[in-house]
């Protein structure tokens, strides 16, 4: 059986692939942090400690077939100069130095899962596409940039096949940050400035992240690229507020307030980058993905809502 070492095992993310990767036949090693308990997916677990250019990888990596990369220090939105330390030496280094243990113990295939961030913040005329020139703007995004840029580095000297897929806001059961936030706004329908937002935004529910990474983990045409990943629907802010509510059947209680005021109030409170996710727009293109690797997202966005609702009325809704 095809042996996988998951980083980030025990994650938003790395808890649904584990389930996909054991549902379609692979056997899963967990590398973690800290030793715990694991779900019944996972058939072996091994400690590494924090990632870093230091992080032994020698005892995880053994008898291993193919690795996927899913944990970093992940975006914040108030970081400071810790943090942006904490970005490059996990996200960078960490990267650096378990791509080139990978590559010098004949790994088959390493899978690195980036963001949407590496290309940019959005407002682009046109959705981004993994060709676009990288524009990151800020410190997580760079350092998950330079981690790509170190992967292929390792890759282009050694046999080893590498794989980026670069994601935009993940959602699902489990989910935190801003995402939970939203749906606890919408459960106790408190009013939201947002009726006269115009945006577009690309997400990807977990469920099809997951899949798409399974995919990438044995398809010959996946090699030496990098891949975007969307539910291939783009919505606006105010009609993801109503799908949440309807779904929730709670009323969306959305008021129109001009764009450039909640610009202006969310820098007054501090707000900014939480503002201009909620009414800016941010498009990717999956159309090589679908072409290329015959993949089209497992569940519509409507499916993965009302799966990601479920949850949060089941286990997020605060008692």
């Known amino acids: 059986m095809t042996r996988v070492l998951v980083t980030g095992a025990t994650g938003f993310v790395g808890q649904v692939l584990c389930e996909e990767l054991t549902r379609a036949g692979f056997s899963v090693r967990a590398a973690l942090r800290a030793d715990r308990a694991v779900p019944a997916c996972i058939a072996e677990k091994t400690v590494t400690g924090d990632i870093s250019g230091a992080t032994k990888w020698g005892v995880a990596l053994e008898d291993v077939d193919l690795v996927v990369h899913a944990a970093a220090h992940t975006h914040v939105l108030h970081h400071g100069p810790a943090d942006v330390g904490r970005f490059m030496e996990t996200n960078a280094d960490g990267t650096q130095t378990l791509a080139a243990e990978c590559a010098r113990r004949g790994i088959q295939r390493f899978i690195y899962l980036s963001t949407v961030k590496v290309n940019g913040e ?116 105010p009609q993801l507020v109503c799908r949440i509510a309807h779904l929730m059947g709670r009323r969306a209680r959305l008021v129109p307030v001009p764009v450039p005021l909640l610009r202006l109030a969310g820098g007054l409170l501090g707000q900014k980058a939480q503002i201009r996710r909620l009414c800016g727009s941010l498009t990717v293109d999956i159309a090589q993905t679908r072409e290329r690797l015959g993949w089209s997202p497992p569940l519509s966005m409507d499916e993965a809502l009302a799966r990601t609702v479920s949850w949060y009325q089941s286990q997020a809704r605060p008692s």
């Open 122 to 237: 959005g407002g682009a005329q046109r959705a981004y596409s993994a060709g676009d020139e990288p524009q990151p703007r800020d410190a997580y995004g760079a350092s998950k940039w330079l981690a790509e840029q170190r992967l292929w580095a390792v890759a282009a000297n050694s046999p080893m096949q590498a794989v980026v897929v670069r994601a935009p806001l993940v959602y699902g059961s489990g989910v935190r940050a801003n995402f939970l936030r939203l749906l606890r706004w919408v459960d106790h329908e408190r009013l939201l400035p947002l009726a006269a937002v115009e945006n577009r935004r690309s997400l990807v529910s977990v469920w099809a992240l997951c899949d798409l990474v399974v995919r990438v983990l044995e398809h010959p045409a996946a090699v030496g690229r990098t891949w975007m990943v969307s539910d291939g629907e783009d919505i606006s802010t």
